[in-house]
């Protein structure tokens, strides 16, 4: 399962990120990618997210063809089980079923940051309809998966880590939506949850 666990990392960042966000700049041209190099909090919180992947990638590494190191890591004993290990596997596979298909309903309105320059169209349709970040809501998932199937210091610290700079890269993102579409967003936002629940009309 190591060597599984390593596979599918990879294939994750592969097809959920590396893919489409070819695909959307060979369609339009922009690049999904919208961090860059001014100092500000969004870029921010861009530079901490890659240190978070990368830790990610490490300690997932280390795992697959070093798993003697692990014990450097701190396991954190009271939680490492079999049934566990299970249910982190199924989570971390449900999460890329999940952004997979938000991926679908963005289709080349991708991007990964603020995008300042494009024209915005807000999606709600699929997924955007339960959840307002689902593929945020997808990457919470995956590392909480992580963290079940390898239970130690570093990867806690990638799920704490992960989630606080999720939590605020999405309140910059929808105070930014906020001020581009206005009431569009206002009521897209009074019916659809930040994480996932569709409220009635």
């Not at 695909?23 to 921010?44: P, R, S, V």
Request: net charge positive.
């Amino acid at each position: 399962m190591n060597l599984y666990l390593f596979i599918f990392y990879c294939s994750f960042l592969l097809v959920l990120f590396v893919i489409p966000s070819y695909l959307t700049f060979k369609k339009t041209g922009i690049k999904a990618f919208q961090f860059n190099k001014e100092d500000n909090t969004i870029n921010y919180a861009g530079k901490v997210y890659r240190i978070i992947s990368l830790m990610t990638f490490l300690v997932i590494s280390f795992n697959a063809f070093l798993p003697k190191t692990i014990i450097y890591f701190v396991p954190i004993d009271y939680i490492v089980s079999e049934s566990v290990r299970w249910i982190g596997l199924f989570i971390i596979h449900l999460s890329f079923v999940w952004i997979f298909i938000a991926q679908r309903n963005m289709a080349t309105e991708w991007r990964i940051g603020i995008d300042k320059v494009n024209k915005v169209r807000l999606i709600t349709k699929g997924l955007f309809s339960i959840s307002r970040n689902p593929i945020f809501f997808g990457v919470i998932l995956v590392f909480s998966g992580l963290f079940f199937m390898l239970p130690n210091v570093v990867t806690a610290v990638i799920l704490v880590s992960g989630y606080i700079v999720i939590q605020v890269q999405v309140r910059l993102e929808e105070e930014f939506l906020l001020k581009e579409l206005g009431d569009e967003y206002i009521l897209y936002k009074n019916k659809v949850k930040r994480w996932i629940y569709y409220k009635q009309k």
